[in-house]
């Protein structure tokens, strides 16, 4: 099979980037209301997403171990076929055992979709330009799914205003059309993505390859586990992911419920976190192209430490402003820097990661996100509680700031390959 070019792999990637994105943007919103408008109290709704967490935390590399030997095609195509089942779920759940059912089908679609598709590209790239660096179209594709997340996010708002079936809860249309949506995204991977088969594959039948990769996922556990203690830059990076969840805390839990203090309700806050969010992902996308710009002018480590720097002091000021304008204006600020870290970490972790091991690196990186998401979200939650929202923000930002520190050996790294091959190709 003829591999793709550079350029086409990479339209390939961000098509596939767009499909795959901007129908999650159409329920960013109603993931919550929706369970809260049939009848569960915030609490069970609450819960959804702790199991949608540990289905995602408990396959993650399991998962990724299953695309480095099968093949991502495979893997791909079955995260799509779990999104399509997930979300038919959620338009017909009425209880909270079957809303569970859908959360956890969710999680395991999250966790099959986690990594593959990049590393797809980065494969399907270095098999025709070995060693180039993708740093710029990781950038761009944090811009694209930026873009895909504010246009769905916004024809989300449509939906539900328009709310066409009166039967129907306003909140159920834009479930429906991401329903349609993502049997679209199923096709198109289908049909759009192909890579060389697996050796596993050319003497055996998918089904013995995937009872194989199965059987060895604590080995590939293990493995990753090892990749870590043994790469001390790749465990660097593990832990700024893991700091940098923490930041994600405050900007997904903490920011609505500030701005619900400062407004005075629950209501007013809801009704302008649609729009907001909206905007926020529009800011994510122009932050992912900046973070492009910066890494060629400073390179790929130090852009990757203003950007996290940058992230986690916005976190502490959104702890510290008193007014809803100033509160939503940090929160896009903010939004942008987290758009500008995210492609330059993973391009970092690229380059401590071979073909062998790419996805299961990428599904590594994702686990402790979704592990100290999880840790995270409880003792600030606690320490909310115990003093005030404003100091548990500012406690979230200020971790987030010293994971700063984990990305020195990064730079070193970075010098030492500038050393010694100083034209380095980037796509």
Do not use: K
């Amino acid at each position: 099979m003829t591999p793709f070019s550079p350029g086409a792999a990479r339209r390939v990637y961000l098509g596939l980037t767009v499909s795959r994105w901007f129908p999650v943007g159409l329920v960013v919103a109603a993931v919550t209301l929706l369970p809260i408008d049939r009848g569960l109290t915030v609490t069970e709704t609450l819960t959804l997403a702790s199991v949608t967490g540990a289905v995602v935390f408990a396959l993650e590399l399991p998962t990724g171990g299953f695309a480095d030997a099968l093949g991502r095609r495979p893997v791909l195509l079955a995260a799509a076929a779990a999104q399509v089942l997930a979300v038919a779920l959620y338009v017909v759940a009425d209880s909270v055992v079957i809303f569970m059912v859908a959360a956890a089908a969710m999680g395991v679609f999250r966790a099959l979709d986690s990594g593959p598709l990049e590393a797809w590209f980065v494969d399907t790239v270095h098999a025709t330009s070995p060693g180039a660096d993708v740093d710029r179209t990781l950038a761009h594709q944090g811009a694209v799914l930026g873009g895909s997340m504010a246009t769905g996010a916004l024809v989300s708002g449509g939906l539900v205003w328009w709310h066409p079936v009166q039967a129907w809860s306003s909140m159920t249309l834009p479930f429906v059309v991401y329903a349609v949506l993502a049997a679209g995204h199923l096709v198109a991977v289908a049909v759009l993505l192909r890579e060389p088969a697996r050796a596993t594959a050319q003497d055996r039948s998918r089904l013995r390859d995937a009872a194989a990769a199965a059987r060895q996922a604590p080995q590939t556990a293990v493995h990753g586990l090892r990749l870590a203690g043994g790469n001390r830059v790749l465990g660097s990076l593990l832990a700024l992911e893991a700091c940098g969840s923490v930041a994600m805390v405050v900007m997904e839990s903490f920011q609505p419920i500030r701005l619900a203090e400062i407004l005075g309700s629950e209501h007013e806050a809801g009704a302008l976190m649609g729009p907001v969010a909206s905007v926020g992902w529009a800011v994510f996308a122009g932050g992912a192209a900046l973070g492009g710009i910066m890494a060629r002018r400073i390179g790929v480590a130090r852009a990757a430490m203003v950007a996290r720097v940058c992230h986690g002091l916005g976190c502490v000021w959104m702890g510290l402003v008193a007014g809803p304008g100033a509160l939503v204006a940090v929160y896009l600020i903010t939004y942008g820097w987290h758009g500008a870290g995210g492609p330059l970490v993973h391009a970092l972790l690229h380059r401590e990661s071979s073909s062998a091991t790419r996805a299961t690196v990428l599904s590594m990186a994702s686990m402790c996100a979704f592990a100290a998401y999880a840790v995270a979200s409880p003792v600030l939650g606690w320490a909310a509680d115990a003093t005030s929202t404003q100091l548990a923000m500012v406690l979230g930002g200020a971790v987030s700031v010293g994971g700063m520190w984990f990305l020195r050996p990064a730079l070193r790294r970075e010098r030492e390959l500038r050393a010694a091959e100083p034209e380095t190709v980037r796509i």
